[in-house]
């Protein structure tokens, strides 16, 4: 049980991060604000790392990760669609305060869900809540 528990919270914890860098990616071309695109860019790092690291975890697990091409291309087309007649920074940065807040408000649902999960996926899926809590606050100053 607690083997599933342990894949279920680092799927989700990879699921997120992968969803972030794909919007930061989607995101990058429209932002003509220099200081937003290199909090953008930093914040993309550190959530690819996020991401490698849940994959190895679920490699242990001898689960192997992957992207929902369909997932992706849902997520780009609401980017496109939201950026369509509005591209401002303080837009931008709105979009991306949202993110974060609902990949936190997942991160917890799996969290709840899934109590008796392992030591490693409980901490780095705290650490990328807290990470994204911290780009919530840093990103306001762009609204």
């Known amino acids: 049980m607690r083997n ?3 894949i ?3 799927k989700e914890t990879r699921k ?12 990058m071309g429209k932002i003509y604000n220099q200081e937003l695109a290199y909090e953008l860019t930093a914040e993309r790092n550190r959530f690819r790392d996020f991401e490698r ?9 001898g689960m192997m990760s992957r992207d929902s091409g369909v997932q992706k291309a849902m997520l ?3 980017i496109q ?3 369509l007649l509005n591209i401002s ?20 649902k799996a969290k709840h869900n899934n109590k008796k999960s392992g030591s490693f996926a409980n901490e780095l899926s705290e650490e990328l809540m807290d990470f994204e809590e911290e780009n919530i606050e840093r ?3 762009f609204l």
């Not at 997120?16 to 995101?27: F, G, P, Q, R, T």
């Not at 690291?53 to 697990?61: C, D, F, P, Q, V």
Request: aromatic share 6%.
């Open 16 to 27: 997120n991060a992968s969803m972030a860098v794909n919007a930061i990616d989607a995101l």
């Open 53 to 61: 690291r849940a994959e190895a975890g679920l490699w242990e697990h």
């Open 139 to 141: 990103l306001k100053r």
């Open 4 to 6: 599933y528990e342990e």
């Open 8 to 10: 279920n919270v680092l």
């Open 89 to 108: 920074t303080n837009h931008v940065a709105d979009m991306m305060i949202q993110g974060n807040t609902r990949g936190i408000t997942e991160l917890m």
């Open 76 to 78: 780009w087309g609401a």
């Open 81 to 83: 669609a939201n950026t």
